[in-house]
């Protein structure tokens, strides 16, 4: 008897898929995060076995067929924003915070392999889970905050790259036609997309490859001391000084709209969630792949604070400097050169400009869909995905291009709106991760959870510091004081009541809160 051929293989997987589809309870109007054409087949004709939850022996060739989903969720720990929170650690910090940068990074990566556990055990990215788990009016709540914290990623995002494009064209271009030039990524991204998914992630390896390249050139040319980088990573050191600069190390690290956006990217392999041993390869090789994305993303946000470390720490600049002069004060301070410094920046942060607005675009579509579930195009939604950041992003950019302290009053507004929006991420994650209903047999162990409640709280409470710091400082007047803490009862009521569905809190402790709370359903 003759082997089934490629084509047929395929008809049958398509059938499957469908039979999955309707066995979870979805539409077939209901849009998904790819569709089968667009999947990748990860096929291994070299292990045939008839138990489903046999895991085949690790192959390299596999490992490069998974590798992409987590390298374009890396780009969202080097955006501008991340590049900023960088650059200011180490000019006002010196080389003692990269201890905390590396287990930030370490937090991040377990965030997002819990991420991709979600979207290969369930076949559904967490938006989508959100959508079915909380009522309507809980869901419209965590979409309009997804919605702002995209938002306010995507005007650091586009602003950054508006200054790359500025300091490139030495000041030819203004800071609005920068961002005019960004937003035309949408339709870089939608030509691309066309191409396949591995076209797309070949262009975000390059994006990738011009910052390590860009910012490691960077760390050669300025020479850091390889003993206090050392001493830096390996003991950890913190004082009143620097308090908020290891805040803002921290909270840059989770970027909410990136929690959603892996758990759909991953879908772009064609994994059946009810075969055990594809789900379980899928998760490992996955997790190596994002492993190895973080580490690039570390060793990038490394080269950037030491070189402003090396370069600032100690001086009368080190609390001037921002995203808009780093480019003025590291010419001022390293020359020119054969290439000179100034435009080794410009193109670094280019690339993360780029990239990072690419990424938001894409992470918006997901996360409108997944709420939502609008049977649009995708150029129609990722059309309106840029409209909500860009219009926005050239109101700013006209209102706040008149100084540079300006545009740092602006950043450190936009960091806060995303670090408010961080539990409604980290939240919902958890609460689905730890269900069995949910997961199945995937469900995340007692140990594991525990772990991952204690990095959510941990993660929450030093973002709550940030907010309450900064808050203290800026919120002057009766009415203001007033707004931010009928706000703020607002925002801890609805955090407790996201917790109180988790199962995490004790039975006894979720029986005592009002009956609204533990109401669940449409």
């Known amino acids: 008897m003759s082997a089934p051929s490629r084509e047929e293989e395929s008809k049958e997987d398509d059938k499957d898929g469908e039979a999955n589809r309707l066995l979870q309870g979805q539409s077939e109007e209901e849009e998904e995060a790819y569709e089968a054409g667009e999947k990748i087949r990860v096929v291994d004709f070299d292990f045939d076995s008839?138990?489903?939850?046999?895991?085949?022996?690790?192959?390299?060739?596999?490992?490069?067929?998974?590798?992409?989903?987590?390298?374009?969720?890396?780009?969202?720990?080097?955006?501008?924003?991340?590049?900023e929170g960088d650059l200011?650690?180490?000019?006002?910090a010196g080389y003692s915070l990269l201890w905390l940068l590396m287990w930030a990074t370490f937090m991040g990566l377990l965030i997002q392999l819990l991420s991709v556990r979600v979207g290969v055990a369930t076949?559904?990215?967490?938006?989508?889970?959100?959508?079915?788990?909380?009522?309507?009016?809980?869901?419209?709540?965590?979409?309009?905050?997804?919605?702002?914290?995209?938002?306010?990623?995507?005007?650091?995002?586009?602003?950054?790259?508006?200054?790359?494009?500025?300091?490139?064209?030495?000041?030819?271009?203004?800071?609005?036609?920068?961002?005019?030039?960004?937003?035309?990524?949408?339709?870089?991204?939608?030509?691309?997309?066309?191409?396949?998914?591995?076209?797309l992630e070949a262009a975000f390896a390059v994006l990738i490859a011009t910052m390590a390249l860009s910012f490691a050139w960077m760390f050669g040319d300025t020479k850091p001391?390889?003993?206090?980088?050392?001493?830096?990573?390996?003991?950890?050191?913190?004082s009143s000084k620097t308090i908020r600069q290891a805040v803002a190390v921290v909270g840059c690290v989770i970027m909410p709209h990136n929690v959603f956006l892996h758990s759909a990217l991953v879908q772009s392999r064609k994994i059946d969630p009810h075969k055990k041993g594809q789900v379980q390869e899928a998760i490992n090789?996955?997790?190596?792949?994002?492993?190895?994305?973080?580490?690039?993303?570390?060793?990038?946000?490394l080269f950037v604070t030491t070189v402003f470390a090396k370069g600032f720490y100690g001086t009368k600049q080190a609390n001037s400097i921002g995203l808009v002069n780093a480019g003025q004060y590291l010419?001022?301070?390293?020359?020119?050169?054969?290439?000179?410094?100034?435009?080794?920046?410009?193109?670094?942060?280019?690339?993360?400009g780029q990239s990072s607005t690419i990424?938001?675009?894409?992470?918006?579509?997901?996360?409108?869909?997944?709420?939502?579930?609008?049977?649009?195009?995708?150029?129609?939604?990722?059309?309106?995905?840029?409209?909500?950041?860009?219009v926005p992003t050239i109101i700013v950019a006209i209102v706040f291009n008149r100084s540079e302290a300006s545009l740092d009053v602006l950043n450190e507004w936009l960091n806060v709106l995303q670090s408010m929006q961080i539990p409604f991420a980290l939240v919902p994650l958890l609460t689905m991760v730890s269900k069995e209903q949910i997961m199945g047999t995937f469900k995340v162990g007692r140990i594991l959870e525990r772990v991952a409640w204690t990095v959510a709280a941990l993660i929450i409470v030093i973002n709550g510091y940030l907010l309450l710091d900064f808050?203290?400082?800026?919120?002057?007047?009766?009415?203001?004081?007033?707004?931010?803490?009928?706000c703020t009862v607002a925002y801890v009521a609805f955090i407790v009541y996201l917790i109180s569905q988790s199962g995490a809190l004790p039975s006894a402790w979720v029986n005592r809160l009002p009956k609204g709370f533990s109401f669940i359903g449409n």
């Not at 995002?157 to 030819?172: D, F, K, N, P, Y």
């Not at 001391?225 to 913190?238: A, C, Q, T, Y």
């Open 285 to 301: 090789y996955y997790s190596i792949e994002s492993s190895a994305a973080l580490l690039v993303s570390f060793m990038i946000n």
């Open 471 to 486: 808050f203290l400082s800026e919120v002057n007047g009766l009415l203001l004081g007033f707004v931010a803490c009928a």
């Open 123 to 199: 076949g559904r990215n967490l938006a989508e889970l959100c959508r079915d788990e909380y009522p309507d009016w809980a869901r419209f709540v965590l979409w309009f905050m997804a919605e702002l914290a995209l938002i306010g990623a995507d005007i650091q995002e586009v602003i950054g790259s508006a200054i790359a494009i500025q300091i490139l064209s030495r000041g030819l271009l203004p800071l609005w036609a920068g961002v005019l030039i960004t937003a035309s990524d949408c339709f870089v991204f939608l030509f691309l997309e066309n191409y396949g998914v591995r076209k």
């Open 331 to 352: 010419e001022e301070k390293y020359g020119g050169g054969l290439f000179p410094i100034l435009y080794i920046w410009g193109i670094g942060l280019l690339a993360a």
């Open 225 to 238: 001391s390889g003993k206090e980088l050392l001493m830096g990573i390996l003991v950890p050191r913190l």
């Open 50 to 83: 008839g138990d489903d939850s046999s895991v085949p022996p690790f192959s390299w060739k596999k490992l490069w067929l998974f590798t992409g989903p987590g390298f374009l969720m890396s780009i969202a720990f080097l955006d501008p924003g991340n590049l």
């Open 359 to 390: 990424t938001g675009t894409y992470a918006g579509q997901f996360i409108m869909e997944g709420f939502l579930n609008l049977p649009l195009k995708k150029w129609l939604r990722a059309l309106i995905t840029r409209s909500f950041a860009i």
């Open 88 to 92: 200011q650690a180490g000019a006002i």
